[in-house]
Antibody, heavy 120, light 106 residues
Framework: QVQLVESGGGLVKPGGSLRLSCAAS????????MSWIRQAPGKGLEWLSY????????FHVDSVKGRFTISRDNAKNSLYLQMNSLRTEDTAVYYC?????????????WGQGALVTVSS | DIQMTQSPSTLSASVGDRVSITCRAS??????LAWYQQKPGKAPKLLIY???TLQSGVPSRFSGSASGTEFTLTISSLQPDDFATYYC????????FGPGTKVDVK
């Protein structure tokens, strides 16, 4: 069955960096767009970025552009999010999410989430 | 950017009730709208995509419809497992989620 397992979350000081990883299994990873979506405590969902199966297409929303970088390693069935210059407002649960084959932004499987806390 | 609004923000209902949640897009998104269900401490779950297509395994008491830029999620007979927060999501132009509607016990 499809599984997405995030790791790498934790406590970091403002201005610091963190790298999230997502291990995928149970499907042909390279066939799917993958996204990162976050949810601040008690708040709604915010889509951050996506990457095509071949890594040819990458997009980041303005709130993280220039600070966060999405990447993938299809040989390792892994998705990554490099987060630099972290701010307190980046505190959230970060979800690794699979896009459907026929719809890159239809999010059909989600990981359990990784909590990132940015605080001094 | 496309903005999404949802109403109500909270809905109190009883088991067996017919429940409807409305979502409005700030501009045309064609039929590129999905609905997700989220329970506390859990990841969201895809219920419906392309306005009215039920995701595999989702009970048929869930349905979706649209009129212009107004979209509706309907639960025909609310079950105990349905108390949760529901988010609409447009994917016509990148991705934007609505603010959510919490369905709680009346």
């Amino acid at each position: 069955q499809v599984q997405l397992v995030e790791s790498g979350g934790g406590l970091v000081k403002p201005g610091g960096s963190l790298r999230l990883s997502c291990a995928a299994s149970g499907f042909t990873f390279s066939d799917h767009y993958m996204s990162w979506i976050r949810q601040a405590p008690g708040k709604g969902l915010e889509w951050l970025s996506y990457i095509s199966g071949s890594s040819n297409t990458i997009f980041h929303v303005d709130s993280v552009k220039g600070r966060f970088t999405i990447s993938r390693d299809n040989a390792k069935n892994s998705l990554y999010l490099q987060m630099n210059s972290l701010r307190t407002e980046d505190t959230a649960v970060y979800y690794c999410v699979r896009g459907q084959i026929m719809g890159a932004l239809i999010f059909d499987y989600w990981g359990q989430g990784a909590l990132v806390t940015v605080s001094s | 950017d496309i903005q999404m609004t949802q109403s109500p923000s909270t809905l109190s209902a009883s088991v067996g009730d017919r429940v409807s949640i409305t979502c409005r897009a700030s501009q045309s998104i064609s039929t590129w709208l999905a609905w997700y269900q989220q329970k506390p401490g859990k990841a969201p779950k895809l219920l419906i995509y392309k306005t009215s297509t039920l995701q595999s395994g989702v009970p048929s008491r869930f349905s979706g419809s649209a009129s212009g830029t107004e979209f509706t999620l309907t639960i025909s007979s609310l079950q105990p497992d349905d108390f949760a927060t529901y988010y609409c999501h447009q994917y016509n132009s990148y991705s934007t989620f609505g603010p959510g509607t919490k369905v709680d016990v009346k």
